[in-house]
């Protein structure tokens, strides 16, 4: 089998590394930069740093910081059309997720003229996207090197997959002191974001030995180092955090995402769910599945997540990976099921039909209608084991406390 691997973001990480975004710029021919951030992280002292050493390499700012829990399309085609109109030639984003996914979002409409929603899907749009500076400030998305983006349609209530080779950011500097001022509750959100990148990853019909090996590494040293992260101070262990998320994205971006992004995805559109609460709670469930006809697979993910497997049949170390990710989430408060409200049992049965067209459908899914969806309808994604909305519709009751 042809497999194809490409990541063209340059990273620089390590303490100080945010020092050298000024530097960075100034080599990507940046002169006037849109500064994306939300109204919390806009006003710690490490944003303060990156603005004057933006503006002592010379480069002019402009600033956009009211991104929310998730980038929205309307915040992208104004602030894509406000780039064009105050010729804006790059973009930085400093923050978590939705905030490089709203910058990757504006890169992408300030040069292919039309709205985000149009741009949603695989390769949708023709022209490069502005170049762009990821700054990350949770341990999680790994955006900062990914060609995707997902934006919420708030129109019709849906999460939309866009991107392609033409919209990796430039560069990524993950630097440990964004990390110090987030709340352990909130820094655990992220953090679980990024191990289902990996595993999810580990599990792609179209990986390859070179995403295996990069996720496989990224479940290892996140899983490893992700309590004393959360649960202390321990500069190290968050650096180590920061680099496990970046190289889970790198390995999904080319291994694409599974079944845990492709159900969760409705939940966050329709029934506002946070997006690492759907993927997370997900994870114990989708690893069992997908482990299932994945045997070479199992003891090697098994050590990675910690599990002493001297001794064990396959089927049980299958359960022991689940029950080690169920026993992180335990150590850092993570949830281990939805609640009702979360998703309501009257809904469970709509949310499997609406998974059907998965997650790289991009506007294509406004189109679907889920009452089409029988038990056997298979929903799309590159995971190795297929799954039906039988199958989705029984994992959901399973994660309802």
């Known amino acids: 089998m042809i497999s194809h691997f490409y990541m063209p973001t340059r990273v620089v990480a390590g303490q100080g590394s945010l020092a050298t975004i000024g530097t960075l710029a100034r080599d990507l021919a940046m002169s006037c930069v849109l500064v994306v951030s939300d109204p919390v992280i806009s006003q710690q002292p490490f944003h303060a740093e990156a603005l004057a050493a933006l503006e ?16 929205r399309c309307s915040h992208i085609d104004t602030e894509g059309a406000r780039v064009r109109r105050e010729g804006i030639d790059g973009v930085v984003c400093i923050g978590g997720g939705s905030v490089m996914c709203t910058g990757k979002g504006i890169a992408i409409v300030a040069t292919n003229r039309k709205p985000m929603a149009e741009c949603t899907g695989v390769g949708r749009f023709d022209k490069r996207a502005l ?15 990914s060609q995707w983006t997902i934006v919420k349609d708030e129109e019709r209530h ?10 990796f950011p430039d560069a990524a500097i993950l630097d440990p002191v964004t990390l110090r001022s987030l709340p352990m509750r909130v820094a ?48 190290r262990a968050r650096e180590d955090n920061l680099v496990a998320s970046c190289m889970a994205n790198i390995a999904c971006g080319n291994a694409r995402l599974g079944h845990g992004h492709a159900l969760s995805l ?43 497997t001297a ?18 989430y335990r150590d850092i408060g993570f949830p281990e099921h939805f609640t009702r409200e979360q998703l309501p049992e009257a809904r469970v049965r709509e949310m499997a039909q609406r998974a059907v067209p998965g997650l790289y459908a991009g506007i294509a899914a406004r189109d679907f209608d889920p009452a089409t969806a029988n038990d056997h309808t298979v929903i799309a994604c590159p995971s190795a084991r297929k799954m039906t909305v039988g199958q989705a519709e029984a994992i959901f009751r399973r994660c309802l406390a």
């Open 56 to 71: 002592a390499a010379g480069i002019a700012t402009a600033r956009f910081d009211d991104c929310g829990i998730d980038a």
């Open 131 to 145: 170049p762009m500076i990821m700054v990350p400030t949770t341990a999680g998305s790994g955006s900062e090197v």
């Open 158 to 167: 849906l999460k939309l997959l866009g991107g392609g080779p033409l919209s």
């Open 188 to 235: 655990a959100l992220p953090a679980v974001d990024a191990l289902t990148h990996a595993v999810e990853a580990y599990f792609s019909a179209i990986g390859s030995p070179i995403t295996d090996a990069l996720a496989i590494a990224a479940v290892r040293l996140q899983y490893g180092s992700l309590r004393a992260s959360i649960n202390s101070d321990d500069e």
């Open 266 to 308: 409705p939940l966050e559109g329709h029934l506002d769910l946070p997006h690492p609460y759907g993927v997370g709670v997900l994870l114990p469930h989708v690893t069992a599945f997908n482990l299932a006809v994945l045997p070479q697979k199992v003891k090697p993910l098994a050590e990675a997540l910690e599990v002493e």
């Open 311 to 328: 001794g064990l049949s396959r089927p049980e170390m299958i359960e022991a990976c689940a029950e080690a990710v169920r026993a992180l």
